[in-house]
T-cell receptor, first 116, second 114 residues
């Protein structure tokens, strides 16, 4: 399967600061990617879907001004958590959609965000 | 609306015993079906997937799953569990012809007794 990396793997920040998480596909190009968040002992919740070169589509209840997504290229997407608060502490996972019209997704290893 | 139900939150089996994790879905047609495994603090690894054809699907690490249309189920099985299989398992469905987003079940945590 395809390889997806995320950086950083974990980050601790103070409340009110912004944090950027990078997601890269290392061996393929994908036009569609997804950002999920996962609270402890819970499932993945889709935050947003983005296509390269266009604005992201956010799920209901996700603040687009707080969670900025930039799908800069076919191999890179970033999620910026602006003015982070403790309730934003979570595990953030990105994924890229495979080619061929099939809904297979390739997931990154995740980023653990802790906001103090 | 699509939904995925994993009835078992936590299952404990003895090493060497067989395993079955249940997954039921709600969808108007036949969706794409997936099983993923997640180790603590890690991302998701695809175990197997069903798109069409043979309803018994073989995956990695000795896992298999069977799609049963009449029961709207896609249960995951393994004949002999290893201690390294202890992890969280997620069933997911994807709509055909959509942009590709997946709906995940709440997960089943598997513990393995020595």
């Amino acid at each position: 399967g395809a390889v997806v990396s995320q950086h950083p793997s974990w980050v601790i920040c103070k409340s009110g600061t912004s944090v950027k998480i990078e997601c890269r596909s290392l061996d393929f190009q994908a036009t569609t990617m997804f950002w999920y968040r996962q609270f402890p002992k819970q499932s993945l919740m889709l935050m947003a879907t983005s296509n390269e070169g266009s604005k992201a589509t956010y799920e209901q209840g996700v603040e687009k001004d707080k969670f900025l997504i930039n799908h800069a290229s076919l191999t890179l997407s970033t999620l910026t958590v602006t003015s982070a608060h403790p309730e934003d502490s979570s595990f953030y996972i990105c994924s890229f959609r495979g080619a061929g019209g099939i809904n297979e997704q390739f997931f990154g290893p995740g980023t653990r965000l802790t906001v103090l | 609306a699509q939904s995925v139900t994993q009835p078992d939150i936590h299952i404990t089996v003895s090493e060497g015993a067989s395993l079955e994790l249940r997954c039921n879905y709600s969808y108007g047609a036949t969706p794409y079906l997936f099983w993923y495994v997640q180790s603590p603090g890690q991302g998701l690894q695809l175990l197997l997937k069903y798109f069409s054809g043979d309803t018994l699907v073989q995956g990695i690490k000795g896992f298999e799953a069977e799609f049963k249309r009449s029961q709207s189920s896609f249960n995951l099985r393994k004949p002999s569990v290893h201690w390294s299989d202890a992890a969280e398992y997620f069933c997911a469905v994807g709509a055909r012809g959509s942009q590709g987003n997946l709906i995940f079940g709440k997960g089943t945590k598997l513990s393995v007794k020595p």
